[in-house]
């Protein structure tokens, strides 16, 4: 019989983690809770979205998800329903939901957490650290990596 590693909690300081810069912007992506870190079954982050980014609309096939909204305002669009949100806001998406962001007027600071894991990967295989140079990625490309993780753009 194989002996199980045991998780062991942690307190991490706001500006620790992995630290990434998006694939599509210049916001960045810090991952604090993943399977590297311990968990098994979730990972969790900040992102910052610049103002007019947005994230476009998606859908995660084995993953719930929630976003807690640290900073900013916008639209989010849910199963095609436009719902207006500002900081304080919490939004869950269930997994089989189409959705993203509108954010034209206001940069977006979101708490994210998805179960199970794969969110942390997809970003580690499509962002870059900071100083490297930004990845070129085809929408096919991306298409492709993100349907590893179970999930699909529109």
Request: a neutral charge; glycine letters at 10%; charged letters at 20%.
């Amino acid at each position: 019989m194989k002996a199980q590693t045991e998780a062991h909690g942690y307190v991490m300081g706001v500006a620790e983690g992995e630290h990434l810069i998006h694939y599509r912007n210049p916001g960045s992506i810090i991952i604090k809770v993943d399977p590297i870190k311990g968990s098994k079954n979730l990972a969790c982050g900040t992102q910052e979205v610049p103002m007019g980014a947005g994230i476009p609309i998606h859908i995660h096939f084995d993953s719930d998800e929630a976003f807690y909204v640290l900073g900013g305002s916008g639209t989010f669009i849910l199963n095609d329903v436009r719902h207006p949100f500002e900081k304080g806001s919490t939004i869950f998406i269930p997994k089989n939901s189409w959705h993203g962001f509108a954010n034209p007027d206001s940069e977006l600071l979101l708490l994210w957490i998805v179960t199970p894991t794969g969110l942390d990967a997809f970003f580690r295989e499509t962002c870059n650290r900071p100083g490297e140079p930004r990845r070129e990625l085809t929408r096919e490309q991306i298409n492709a990596i993100s349907f590893k993780y179970g999930t699909k753009y529109r």
